[in-house]
């Protein structure tokens, strides 16, 4: 099983430096690029700003949350309440990360219509869409990994 989770662990690092990229390269210069496409409402840039790098950082807490998860499983105490509560913040990252995209999906919108760039709608929305998937998947995980440890503890004390 170490070999699975060391897999699983890299992945998630893999998966945290695109998005450390995107953060350092494209945010900025998109952000500026909303205040010269709308120069009346110039202080939405800040609050596109201020929204994508939230979005990161609950990205990046929901990764620091898995590999505590595959941890907790290295560890053979996958079945314990840390594992609950970890699936739970996972839920919460992929919550706060949707009601973000949502926030901002119009500006990402009107920017994509100015711009000619459809792609860029379509992606907000993927986004959006993939963050709640994930949150409904955390939920579900959570539920059964909560029902697996009260079913163990009631067989616990039954012998």
């Given amino acids: 099983m170490k070999r699975e989770t060391l897999f699983l662990k890299v992945v998630i690092i893999l998966m945290a430096i695109p998005v ?9 210069p998109l952000s500026s690029f909303v205040a010269e496409i709308i120069p009346e409402w110039a202080f939405l ?3 596109f700003l201020i929204a994508m790098y939230a979005t990161a ?3 990046f807490l929901a990764l620091y949350q898995a590999l505590k998860l595959l ?4 560890r053979n105490i996958a079945f314990s309440e ?6 739970k913040n996972i839920k919460y990252c992929a919550i ?3 009601a973000l995209y949502i926030l901002c ?3 990402i919108l009107y920017v994509a219509q100015v711009d000619d760039a459809p792609g860029l709608g379509g ?3 993927i986004i959006t869409f993939g963050a709640i998937v994930i949150a409904v998947f955390a939920a579900v995980l959570q539920k059964l990994l909560q029902n697996a440890i009260d079913i163990k503890s009631e067989n616990d004390l039954t012998v």
């Fill in 20 to 28: 450390l990229a995107v953060c350092i390269f494209v945010v900025p």
């Fill in 71 to 74: 941890g907790y499983i290295d």
């Fill in 96 to 98: 706060t990360i949707t």
């Fill in 45 to 47: 840039q800040y609050v």
């Fill in 82 to 87: 840390r594992s609950v509560k970890a699936l």
């Fill in 105 to 107: 999906l119009p500006i």
């Fill in 123 to 125: 992606l907000g929305m």
């Fill in 57 to 59: 950082i609950a990205y």
